[in-house]
Nanobody, 123 residues
Framework: QVQLVESGGGLVQAGGSLRLSCVAS????????MGWFRQAPGKEREFVAG???????TYYADSVKGRFTISRDNAKNTYLHMNSLEPEDTAVYYC?????????????????WGKGTQVTVSS
């Protein structure tokens, strides 16, 4: 079955950087768009970034544009490089996958989710 496993979360000071990783298994990686969502306490899950299945198209939430970068490789890994982190970025970050060409901004469009990795940014 499809599995997505995230890693790389942790505690970082404001202005710092982290790189999240997601390794996928049980799927033909090249036919899936990949993405990252996050959920802060008391808030709904929100789209963070997505990358098309060919890797040449990327999409970002306005709140992270210019600070975060999504990428993928041929070894079934998807990454989220996060720079200039802010306390508002504190959340559980989820890796998602959908067998479509382009990623969606809507969580209901993703049938596969990882269990999440916690990112905490201190002020």
């Amino acid at each position: 079955q499809v599995q997505l496993v995230e890693s790389g979360g942790g505690l970082v000071q404001a202005g710092g950087s982290l790189r999240l990783s997601c390794v996928a298994s049980g799927l033909t990686f090249g036919t899936y768009a990949m993405g990252w969502f996050r959920q802060a306490p008391g808030k709904e899950r929100e789209f963070v970034a997505g990358i098309g299945r060919s890797g040449d198209s990327t999409y970002y939430a306005d709140s992270v544009k210019g600070r975060f970068t999504i990428s993928r490789d041929n070894a079934k890994n998807t990454y989220l490089h996060m720079n200039s982190l802010e306390p508002e970025d504190t959340a559980v970050y989820y890796c998602v996958a959908a067998e479509v060409w382009r990623p969606s901004m809507y969580p209901e469009d993703y049938p596969y989710w990882g269990k999440g990795t916690q990112v905490t940014v201190s002020s």
